[in-house]
């Protein structure tokens, strides 16, 4: 998670300095261009750029690296991939489906709304559908079944992240009208983005586990994990 919270804060500063910058030099000298972007970053936050860049004990080098870390990016098309980052998130379901819902092809929406974890916060907005129909047994009395979907992330200062989803629930334990369901082999891919996550791509797995409500589903808590296998971000 800490390994998150320094890339997203690297994410963040560069998203700043279009602010910081009110004169920025000549898109053609790249040389250039990168340096004033590396101290507009430094100026944003000295703290955390030294966090997220510096690579000795005293991070004093943090300035280097980012300059030749920016001036790779621009030289391979002006974008940068991070990888394996995980974040975790809790929330509630919002909506359960229709009555009857398992029976129809259509399948039965659960929908969850909710908060992420770590410094940057911010909030994420998941529907999947679930076609009960094409299930098959558990091993412990109950049912799996394919289930696909999206997922909004929304990252103050930063834009939206939008990922579609697949994967298979599972109740855990045997079949009920209000039981506990998991997933535990998700994956998706980024499918759209806004602000600094405009043109974004990326892949990743991710888990869930949803408790009972008071009567049903609804109400339910809702803690997810996902981790980016790859994401990257246009500069």
Known sequence: MKRLILLMGAVALVAATTALAARPPSPGRSAQNVAHMCKALRAANPALFKATWGKNANKRNAYGKCVAAHARAKHHGGAFTLHNLSL???????????????????????????????????????????FWLQK??????GFCAPASGATTLTIPGLGTLTKSEQGTVCEVGPSGPNVRHTMTNGTFGVTAGTGAFTGA??????????????????GGAVTDSETFSSLTIKL
Not at 93 to 120: K, P
Not at 203 to 218: E, I, R, V, Y
């Open 88 to 130: 975790s998130s809790s929330g509630t379901v919002t909506g359960a489906g229709a009555a009857g819902c398992e029976s129809t092809a259509a399948g039965c929406a659960l929908s969850s709304f909710g908060t992420i974890a770590g410094a940057f916060g911010g909030t994420y907005s998941t529907s999947f559908t679930i």
């Open 136 to 141: 098959t047994p558990n091993g412990a009395g």
């Open 201 to 218: 791509t990326g892949l990743g797995t991710s888990t869930f586990d949803q408790k009972p409500g008071a009567t049903s589903a609804l």
